[in-house]
């Protein structure tokens, strides 16, 4: 990749320099990172390919010479046989199947026609009757009869004989979208299994949250089961589902063992099985364990609960196509499916009189990092990310002027900086104006009280480890990327290496099969955006030194 990057003597001249164990601080040294810079730029510009000619030169490279005084020869008139091709080709091209996987895409960003909206412009903070994890804090009992008194299964064979359609409906008025990070619109999600003619559909719940930064999940499964349960037999009842499989990560011990609890008192006491909720209904759930970051992707969740390698694969064919051991199935956030039931019952109008228009309902957000009360917490969608900070947490460590930058949905979503972090509202549409993402809702904050390099440092080197290696731009990545943040944290660099590090990035996004390679990008991009005085104060500093 490199190769093709900055181009022979460049990728030679950056092997020099990788080997030479002294710092890039004598002026022989600055000539050769120069040198690496301009065919770095040379490389990025915009032209032709490398070995490729105009298409207007013949086949040694010289222009056509044209015959004015021939004349154009008379057109022939077309053969029974050349009319029989040409009808064949054209009844071919009518019977061509249409794009199944830009419909899928489409259908996936792309709101409900009968979507409901509000006006609001105030947001936050969150009443205690609207709240739907009543008992995130595990003051209360987990198990059934402690479920049933906060209103989980509440008259749940209702909302089964009211149709699956009519579920799959009421979800898409509501405008819930998905809470894994990636912000689809759950209701037309769905409806592509629901669709879809086959037996032994199954829905895979994905509660492995490896995401550093997001504690939502496991606190669902540790004092929320029921919600868990019940969303399931909802969802999979919708889309014609008889299995579901809840993939939980190995270290949620103490999580699996209630979730396990909750799923016997379920069949024991006939909310699950042949006859679910006596409804005649056959829905059966059960727990597969694992444990590798890049799992949280849905193909390579599906590959490892087939014993498989936990790698991406490509798409299509798409999972409600060819998924589970070939069965079509659909993965699906745990927190998505959790809030499931309290919609269908208080309806589509409740859910979309929270949170901005087209960013509804509440979410769960983990703050962590350099603040006073590190806790997960469930508020209104849209409120301040200042005011969730300030009001949960306790503020920033030395207060908010301390305030160094935020990663707003995960290490996964660019770093923001104190300016754009002022009135930044917490929602999907925003933060992507913001040029970040919401990702899983977990913000972790950094103060000036740390190094900020390091910070990225020990970011990128999460990554590498997390790599399948499959995909090129991302396995190189995740070689040079920490190699040189390394560099830039001792100072042993040169500020032409900014730039570099920019160009690398570039080759990385949106060109590999999952997003793990953009994740890596985002951290890198971040440094050099927000911290690149940083780094020439670093090397300036080391200079000195030598």
Not at 80 to 95: C, L, Q, T, Y
Not at 516 to 540: K, W
Request: net charge positive; glycine share 10%.
């Amino acid at each position: 990749m490199f190769a093709q990057l900055i181009g022979p003597r460049g990728f030679a001249l950056l092997r020099h320099w990788q080997l030479d164990n002294t710092p890039l601080v004598h002026s022989k040294k600055y000539t050769i990172a120069l040198e690496i810079r301009e065919y770095s730029k040379d490389a990025s510009k915009k032209g032709k390919a490398p070995g490729k000619k105009d298409n207007a030169t013949d086949k040694k490279g010289n222009l056509p010479v044209k015959n004015v005084t021939s004349k154009a020869a008379p057109p022939k008139e077309a053969s029974k046989k050349d009319i029989k091709v040409a009808a064949v080709k054209s009844s071919a091209a009518s019977d061509k199947k249409p794009d199944v996987s830009k419909t899928f895409r489409q259908a996936k960003i792309t709101p409900f026609k009968g979507m409901l909206s509000n006006t609001k412009s105030e947001f936050g903070p969150l009443k205690d009757c609207d709240r739907i994890f009543q008992n995130l804090y595990g003051f209360h009992d987990w198990r059934l009869k402690g479920a049933c008194q906060r209103g989980d299964w509440y008259r749940t064979a209702d909302l089964l004989d009211m149709g699956a359609n009519w579920i799959v409906d009421e979800v898409k008025r509501s405008g819930l979208r998905g809470r894994g990070g990636s912000g689809y619109y759950t209701g037309n999600k769905w409806e592509f299994l629901q669709k879809v003619n086959a037996n032994n559909k199954i829905l895979i719940l994905n509660c492995a949250e490896g995401e550093p930064g997001t504690c939502k999940d496991r606190e669902i499964l540790r004092h929320e089961p029921h919600k868990i349960i019940e969303g399931c037999l909802l969802a999979g009842y919708a889309m014609g589902c008889e299995k579901c499989i809840i993939y939980v990560r190995n270290c949620f011990y103490n999580e699996a063992c209630n979730l396990q609890f909750a799923l016997a008192e379920a069949y024991r006491y006939g909310l699950l099985g042949c006859n679910a909720c006596d409804t005649g209904i056959k829905f059966d759930i059960q727990v597969q364990r694992g444990d590798r970051y890049l799992s949280g992707e849905e193909t390579a969740l599906v590959n490892c609960l087939m014993g498989k390698l936990a790698r991406p694969r490509k798409r299509p064919p798409y999972l409600h196509e060819q998924g589970y051991f070939d069965h079509p199935c659909l993965v699906l956030n745990t927190e998505t499916l959790a809030v499931v039931p309290t919609i269908l019952r208080r309806g589509a109008k409740w859910f979309t009189g929270l949170g901005r228009n087209m960013n509804f309902g509440t979410k769960l957000f983990s703050i962590c990092g350099h603040v006073q009360h590190p806790c997960t917490v469930e508020e209104e969608m849209s409120m301040p990310l200042r005011e969730i900070i300030d009001m949960h947490a306790g503020g920033v460590c030395g207060g908010w002027n301390n305030l160094l930058g935020v990663f707003p949905g995960g290490l996964s979503s660019p770093l923001i900086g104190k300016v754009g972090a002022e009135g930044l509202l917490m929602d999907y549409d925003c933060l992507q104006k913001a040029g970040s993402s919401f990702g899983t809702g977990g913000i972790i904050v950094v103060s000036n009280n740390c190094d900020p390099l390091l910070v990225m440092q020990r970011s990128i080197e999460f990554y590498m480890k997390q790599t399948c290696k499959q995909c090129t731009p991302c396995r190189d990545g995740a070689i040079w990327l920490p190699k040189i943040l390394r560099n830039f944290t001792k100072g042993e660099s040169v500020p032409q290496m900014i730039d570099f590090v920019a160009v690398i990035c570039k080759t990385m996004i949106g060109t590999t099969i999952c997003g793990l390679s953009d994740s890596q990008a985002n951290v890198a991009m971040g440094l050099i955006t927000h911290f690149a005085p940083h780094i020439q104060q670093r090397i300036e500093a080391f200079g000195k030194d030598c």
